[in-house]
């Protein structure tokens, strides 16, 4: 079928399977938006910053388990998206990133708005192109989008001179893929699996430490079914947050820098640990040197670069987390039916203990304080399957990750790896283009907000209405709680004000509902209505400045050494 280049990348899209897009139009990339606006069957979604229009492509991918996919002009557009593909890359993201360049015969001349960005972009994606022949469009398309969803999940970059996307073509979509050097392993190994199955039984003190990768993989039913037959305690990271059910009594908790000391007590105290999608990063096992001394590991995961390269692997098993999860939970059944499986019933009890000596405390009074915003959300929206939860970076992130609850797997949608500020309220956009019958709510920081508010635009004009909950404790409160504690008290640059901006009155001139709450007795019926809208509305809690986020590891000591929260007069969170 004879078309242009342009017209071929969106029947790419669409042979893919596509459904919404996210991008700002320029003039290296043109000719693209020009067949839009002939016709397409996807869906596009007008971003108005390109790193918004990414944030919004990985929450798209995050929310529904799909490839996400970015337009972006040459030059500043394309390195607009250099962060949300940075995001993508540490997070494990299928993102598909396509870019206008300059004409072909400008391309070294410093060009206006040319820019190498398969050059800037090397070392944060899978794979990027600089399409230079209109006749391997579709081959490359074809590609990026195989590679960005086979394998560990990740991003990758297209970028198109605007002569080549105005260049006519034959079109045919291939059928397959020609990818000689890419091969993901399929399987893994079936001797390393039953050797994992083996010390899962003769373990006393047995956790499974699950990441982001069980989710990207699919397995959070596999899991679920290893743990109930095992009896076996499940932590999980802020990535992996959702994969197990947080209400079951399995689940242990979130280990890391501001986890629960109980869960970071189960995680570094095991005999033996089953490592499933997870990095052993350095947020979870703060000094590496410190963690779980006494435990082997059992590492599963897709990439086999990520096994034994922090922690030494004793069973390293390499392939896809569904099938390796539900073979392991096949050998350990074996075991059972032969009597050589122990259910580890006094460790779980151990850690029980440990969850009721060592809970998240917190100090209420007459300042509203952000964990009594977080659970009163919480309360709110319990027994729903239909919340989707994004946030920011910063206290407020800890704050989600400590106080919400989820059961379902794709329901926490944050920035791991990069801890990117900013993340939340496009992300939540792209959840919602994602999931439309889901309540999307925001939990972002006033610093977070202030650096992409500005898509709440996108929010209200394209018809995607989401909650965003500012905590606003006036300051860039992460930042601000180092310098208390390490940094003398001296306060560099950090105070942001309650003043400035006004955040329900910014929410009303974007088309918005707006609302300003700074009072416990308030708060409920405040954040009830919003939620109730059915349209995007922002809710400006003002919290305590002085409030930080506990407990907490400070930077390169052991995951033991926890600082806890110094307040004497503290209760029990959700009493």
């Not at 139009?25 to 397409?40: N, Q």
């Not at 972009?121 to 469009?137: F, R």
């Not at 970028?159 to 893994?188: H, K, M, N, S, T």
């Not at 940094?487 to 009303?508: C, K, W």
Request: proline share 6%.
């Amino acid at each position: 079928m004879k078309m242009l280049g342009s017209d071929a990348i969106l029947r790419s899209l669409e042979a893919e399977g596509v459904e919404v897009c996210f991008g700002i139009p320029g003039g290296a990339i043109l000719p693209l938006y020009d067949a839009i606006a002939r016709g397409t069957t996807v869906r596009h979604v007008l971003a108005r910053h390109e790193q918004g229009a990414g944030h919004m492509a990985e929450g798209y991918a995050r929310a529904s388990g799909r490839v996400g996919v970015a337009f972006a002009t040459s030059g500043p557009g394309a390195t607009n998206l250099v962060t949300p593909i940075a995001n993508a890359w540490m997070d494990s993201t299928p993102l598909v990133c396509v870019t206008g360049q300059v004409r072909r015969p400008l391309i070294g001349t410093d060009a206006f708005q040319e820019c190498d960005i398969t050059g800037i972009t090397i070392p944060i994606v899978k794979h990027s192109w600089l399409v230079q022949d209109v006749e391997e469009l579709p081959h490359v398309m074809k590609a990026a989008f195989h590679i960005a969803r086979t394998g560990r999940c990740g991003p990758v970059l297209v970028d198109v001179p605007r002569d080549v996307q105005e260049a006519p073509i034959d079109f045919e979509y291939p059928d397959a893929v020609d990818l000689p050097g890419w091969r993901p392993p399929r399987r893994g190994h079936a001797r390393q699996i039953k050797e994992a199955a083996s010390r899962l039984a003769a373990a006393e003190r047995p956790i499974l430490y699950v990441g982001g990768g069980t989710v990207n993989g699919d397995a959070c039913g596999e899991l679920r079914e290893l743990a109930e037959l095992g009896r076996l305690p499940v932590v999980t990271t802020l990535m992996g947050k959702g994969a197990f059910p947080e209400t079951h009594e399995l689940f242990a908790g979130w280990p890391g820098m501001h986890g629960p000391k109980w869960s970071n007590y189960a995680l570094n105290k095991a005999d033996v640990i089953v490592a499933c999608g997870a990095r052993f990063d350095d947020r979870v096992t703060g000094k590496l040197s410190a963690f779980a001394p006494g435990a082997s590991v059992v590492h599963l995961d897709i990439d086999a670069a990520e096994i034994g390269k922090l922690r030494n692997a004793d069973v390293p098993v390499v392939g896809p987390l569904k099938q390796v999860l539900h073979d392991l939970a096949a050998e350990l059944r074996k075991l059972s039916e032969v009597g050589e499986l122990r259910p580890p019933e006094a460790w779980l009890l151990q850690i029980a203990d440990w969850r009721d000596q060592f809970p998240l405390r917190y100090r209420r009074g007459d300042v509203l304080k952000p964990q009594t915003v977080v659970e009163t959300l919480r309360s709110l929206t319990a027994g729903r399957d239909d919340v989707i939860w994004t946030t920011g970076v910063g206290q407020h992130q800890m704050w989600a990750m400590q106080y919400l609850h989820c059961d379902r797997p794709r329901s926490f949608i944050t920035s791991g790896g990069l801890g990117t500020m900013g993340f939340g309220i496009p992300a939540a956009v792209g959840a919602k283009a994602a999931r439309p019958d889901a309540t999307v709510v925001c939990i972002d920081g006033d610093g977070c907000f202030q650096m992409t508010g500005q898509e709440l635009a996108t929010s209200v004009l394209e018809g995607l209405p989401i909650v965003v909950v500012v905590i606003n404790n006036a300051y860039l409160g992460m930042v601000q709680q180092w310098q208390e504690l390490f940094y003398g008290e001296r306060y560099s640059h950090v105070h942001l004000t309650h003043a400035v901006p006004d955040y329900a009155q910014l929410a009303e001139a974007y088309g918005a509902a707006g609302f300003t709450v700074s009072t416990e007795d308030e708060l409920e019926g405040v954040l009830q209505e919003a939620l109730a809208l059915g349209r995007t509305a922002v809710v400006d809690a003002r919290v305590d400045p002085a409030e930080q986020c506990y407990p907490m590891i400070p930077g390169g000591a052991a995951a033991l050494d926890m600082i806890e929260n110094p307040e004497e007069e503290t209760v029990e969170a959700g009493s």
